[in-house]
């Protein structure tokens, strides 16, 4: 066999700069900076390629909290922001309470939340728009005095008047222009929920805002309600490569905002872009769907130049590119002329004027070290892309229209076509499992009816194109998009604004009335609110607004006991003794709750309600973080349906909180009673943490066999909605459960 000749090429890693840019606003890296990293993986097949853009962990320098931000926000303020927001109800099938806030209260605690979570090197601007744009706040740094100040501005906002959305992106836009650079990542973050009806741009806002030049910061876009013209939004923010998240209910307003703003605070570079160019005999296409750009050099035809935006601390940007013939159609590449070199260039700003490069270059004959599965998650990933584009035309002034409902069988086939051949189907590990839910949840179901689909499939499906292509974790909803962002520094972020969300005091309500009935309000299963008619409770707390749940573990999760055995949780019994971070301490009750095809998240090998606190550090080093608390539903888990019992423990008393956990299924699980009763420790429970008011609600519902006690539910403060009580059945008495989930309950049967 002829050994193939060798190109004369330069070697497959280097760094350059470029001709063909202003060498002024160039720099190469200098590898004693931290700087990302570039590989090519050509696909086994030779019908593609994986091409990775990895940035650093988080910033070098330890002592950085988050990356400086100038961020303005542009708030719609149209009389229809001023409708009832109720706040979902806590389970299905219950109500939705009314606490008189509206959808703009609810929108300026998000504004709050952003201004408690800034500093003096942050800067924040507040622009309004209805009839026309106000400017509300200058883009000023944040210091104590300023801070106030925008809250003072943010607390006089007032709904009035139309929707002049084009005059407030204008408005907000020239903050930053007479605002001056700072250094910060520039954004501008655009909250409406309806159509815009006033002084619209004649030739489209693409069009407009094209013609302004390159654009002072990006355009996050976010679409409230049903009523909104989710493909406008989407179209605004990929053209200034920014994103757009679609907000359903009130439910979901705290946890989009409090990931858009984390992941601006943990950016690591803007307004990259990143340049493939292939050997001859190579034909490049992207696969994460239409775009605005077209990615292809049409005068070279083997370049594809990648417009990526922002890069955040941690999370790779993976572009799958098929290789295809003439027609389009995804063929092996066949090499020609000698050169067998793939080169990718990424162009990046490290928020300065200047920009940084990468170039580095791949032999298409050498076999990818990537693993198969991490294979077929990017093309898995891609085809969901691609699947939720092919809903969607571009119109002429480059906006997406909104399918139309006749087109729902056609939609279906597509999706079947994609569900048959995906590459993700059958694999195990948790990166593709995570599509596979996506696919099998919220997607099928959008496809199920012609009512889900019309009235907020379509809206959903821009945001989680957006999600998947961008790789962006954008609430915590959706399995696939979880699986973005788990690095350290992002969560960080995440966590103290969303504690902040929650702990902020309540915003008053604008709204004056017994009973709010907001029409049209049926079940639709991608929101937060379930039920009949809200009814009015004050005040609120926040995380009613920000989706969070009980706590419990599944019967079957493995418990570590404190002679080194594991045993299901259901089994444990009054006296035996566990391990916890203080040392063995014995169990004094076991609370065993029935449930039906409810909503649980698995982390390693625990099966756990959304918002029981865990503490995964230890299972990695070793070792015992008390900073480490953190939600199920914040971590990078999967999610999946559970019937049969979940358990809760208390431990025998102890002042010390850390002698209330117990190792479960790999990981630290708080237990009941632990004393950890407020602040922003994310066990803090005014219930959970009170060790006498959980042994009183045991003690009341009589004595339990071997300390094992029947929960049929909980009790919620009428004013808090936070959990206040058990609704505890006489110990063992299962003679309202129907006759199958009686007997996986008494036989601690668990179905998965």
Not at 471 to 489: A, I, R, T, V
Request: with cysteine.
């Amino acid at each position: 066999m002829e050994t193939p000749e060798t190109p004369e090429t330069p070697p497959p890693e280097y760094r350059s700069e470029e001709e063909d840019l202003d060498a002024e606003s160039i720099a190469t890296v200098d590898p004693d900076e931290d700087e990302p990293v570039v590989t090519i993986h050509p696909i086994a097949r030779k019908d593609g390629v994986l091409v990775k853009v990895q940035p650093p962990i988080q910033p070098s320098n330890p002592t950085i909290d988050h990356v400086p931000c100038d961020i303005v926000l542009v708030i719609d303020i149209s009389a229809s922001m001023d409708e009832d927001a109720p706040a979902p109800a806590e389970e299905e099938g219950g109500e939705s309470e009314n606490f008189g806030l509206s959808v703009l209260d609810l929108t300026k605690h998000a504004a709050r939340t952003i201004v408690s979570t800034l500093n003096e090197g942050d800067r924040l601007g507040i622009v309004t728009f209805d009839y026309d744009a106000t400017i509300v706040l200058e883009l000023v740094p944040m210091t104590e005095r300023r801070k106030k100040e925008a809250n003072s501005r943010i607390d006089r906002i007032r709904a009035k008047g139309q929707t002049n959305l084009w005059s407030g992106i204008r408005t907000g836009l020239e903050l930053f222009q007479s605002g001056g650079a700072h250094g910060g990542v520039p954004a501008l973050m655009v909250l409406t929920d309806g159509q815009p009806n006033h002084m619209c741009p004649q030739q489209g806002y693409v069009s407009r805002l094209r013609s302004l030049g390159p654009l002072p910061a990006i355009i996050n876009t976010f679409g409230f309600g049903y009523a909104i013209r989710s493909g406008l939004l989407k179209s605004i923010a990929e053209i200034s490569n920014g994103n757009y998240a679609f907000i359903p209910d009130a439910g979901m307003i705290g946890t989009v905002f409090v990931h858009a703003v984390a992941h601006l605070q943990s950016t690591y570079a803007t307004r990259c872009t990143l340049e493939i160019c292939a050997p001859e005999g190579m034909l490049l296409k992207l696969t994460t769907g239409k775009s605005i750009y077209d990615p292809r050099d049409e005068a070279a035809g083997n370049k594809v130049t990648i417009q990526l935006g922002n890069l955040q601390y941690g999370q790779s940007r993976d572009i799958y590119l098929k290789n295809v013939d003439e027609y389009g159609q995804q063929t092996s590449f066949e090499l020609m002329g000698g050169n067998r070199l793939m080169t990718a260039k990424f162009i990046y700003s490290r928020m300065k004027p200047r920009h940084d490069i990468v170039l580095v270059g791949q032999d298409m004959i050498e076999t990818s070290p990537l693993s198969s599965s991490e294979i077929a998650y990017h093309q898995s990933r891609s085809m969901i892309c691609e699947l939720l584009s092919s809903f969607f035309r571009l119109y002429q002034n480059l906006e997406y229209d909104k399918p139309s409902r006749e087109n729902l069988r056609h939609f279906q086939a597509l999706f079947n076509n994609v569900f048959g051949a995906i590459p993700a189907r059958g694999s195990e590990d948790r990166h593709n499992v995570s599509l596979m839910e996506d696919l099998n949840g919220q997607i099928r179901k959008a496809l199920s009816t012609e009512d889900y689909f019309h009235r907020w499939g379509a809206h959903y499906f821009l945001s989680l194109w957006n999600a998947h292509a961008k790789q962006l974790c954008s609430s915590f909803k959706d399995p696939g998009p979880l699986m973005y962002n788990e690095n350290p520094f992002f969560i960080k972020r995440r966590d103290i604004l969303d504690k902040t969300f929650d702990l902020l005091p309540a915003p008053t309500p604008s709204i004056r009335r017994n009973v709010l009935r907001r029409p049209d309000r049926r079940y639709d299963p991608y929101s937060s609110i379930r039920g009949s008619a809200p009814r009015q409770q004050q005040p609120p707390n926040m995380r009613r607004f920000n989706c969070a749940n009980d706590s419990c573990f599944a019967a079957s999760s493995p418990v570590l006991l404190a002679v080194g055995l594991t045993v299901p949780i259901c089994k444990l019994r009054q006296g035996m003794m566990v391990t916890t971070p203080a040392g063995p301490r014995h169990v004094r009750a076991v609370l065993k709750t029935p449930v039906h095809e409810t909503r649980m998240c698995r982390i390693g090998g625990l099966v756990v309600t959304p918002w029981h606190p865990i503490n995964t550090v230890q299972s990695e080093h070793g070792t015992y973080d008390k900073s480490g608390w953190a939600f199920p539903a914040k971590l990078a888990g999967r999610m999946e349906t559970y019937t049969g019992a979940i358990c809760s423990v208390l431990l025998e008393p102890d002042g010390n909180a850390d002698a209330h956990a117990i190792h479960v299924g790999g990981v630290w699980g708080v237990t009941l009673g632990h004393g950890v009763v407020d602040g922003s420790d994310a066990r803090a429970h005014p219930f959970f943490g009170d060790y006498g008011a959980i042994s009183r609600e045991l003690s009341d519902s009589g004595p339990g066999e071997d300390g094992v006690y029947w929960g049929a539910g909980i009790r919620r403060d009428a004013t808090t909605g936070l959990v206040a009580g058990f609704e505890c059945l006489s110990s063992g008495d299962t003679s309202d459960m129907g006759r199958a989930l009686k007997s996986q309950i008494e036989n601690f049967e668990v179905f998965l």
